[in-house]
């Protein structure tokens, strides 16, 4: 499932190869990625403009346009953006394409069909309306250790919930465990100050890293926890086999020997 890293990945991209170029056509092969907005107000709003700006709070990517509206992106559990030129074949999982005056198309390739498009005039009233908290790389060392005090749950949950901190899966939130140390089963508040302001460096550390990388498993760490999830592995740091349970409804994965 795209997490923060990847949707930064995107965004990056977008930054890159998808701005300043005026868009001609709006295709949307399937019309149930449309949340909230109808293909012709979609194509109303984008036809002859271009896209000007990126942003990202937690999982969504926003692109503003040379108009008023701003482009909102979710990529759901298996969605990528895909940029590039008219010689790429149609995917026949792409749920939004943007043909370009250029003769390039940025499209919204998404597989199991979860993520959606949708267009709104205010971010921040978007992000509030839909209850997401700051975005996990916005939040300071003092703002984390105020979140975790508050906490009722365990700190894999705390760092998971997404009107808490915007960004953080299964994956990445058992990542920043194992390299803070820090049992992800622990209550939040139970955290002393050295271990909340060791959270949140790796807290940093783990999301920089995978996004500079392109969120890409094969060019992380080799002594990263995700590198070996699989109940009985050797931890990577101190050899114990690690333990596969079930935490906030999902398969959480740590080590027994130096998670504490």
């Not at 139970?190 to 995978?210: C, K």
């Amino acid at each position: 499932m795209p997490e923060l890293p990847d949707v930064e990945a995107f965004r990056r991209h977008l930054e890159r190869a998808g701005l300043h170029r005026r868009i001609e056509h709006v295709r949307v092969p399937d019309p149930t990625a449309l949340q909230e907005v109808t293909r012709q107000r979609l194509a109303r709003s984008l036809v002859g403009e271009s896209l000007e700006g990126t942003g990202r709070r937690g999982k969504h990517l926003f692109a503003s346009t040379t108009g008023a509206a701003t482009l909102v992106l979710h990529f759901g559990m298996t969605g990528y953006l895909a940029i590039d030129g008219r010689s790429r074949p149609t995917d026949p999982h792409e749920r939004l394409r943007l043909e370009l005056a250029d003769g390039g198309r940025l499209c919204l390739v998404d597989q199991r069909r979860l993520g959606f498009v949708t267009l709104t005039e205010d971010v921040a009233g978007y992000c509030s309306a839909r209850g997401l908290g700051q975005d996990a790389l916005d939040v300071t060392s003092q703002d984390l250790r105020r979140l975790l005090a508050r906490g009722r749950g365990g700190v894999k949950s705390l760092l998971m919930d997404q009107s808490v901190l915007a960004g953080v899966g299964n994956i990445y939130s058992d990542e920043i465990c194992f390299q803070a140390r820090i049992d992800p089963h622990r209550a939040a508040s139970s955290l002393d100050d050295n271990e909340a302001r060791r959270l949140h460096r790796q807290l940093r550390r783990v999301l920089l890293t995978a996004a500079d990388r392109d969120a890409d498993p094969e060019r992380f760490p080799r002594g990263w926890l995700l590198v070996h999830r699989e109940d009985g592995a050797a931890c990577p740091r101190c050899g114990t086999p690690l333990r596969k349970v079930r935490l906030v409804g999902r398969g959480a994965f740590w080590c027994p020997g130096c998670q504490h």
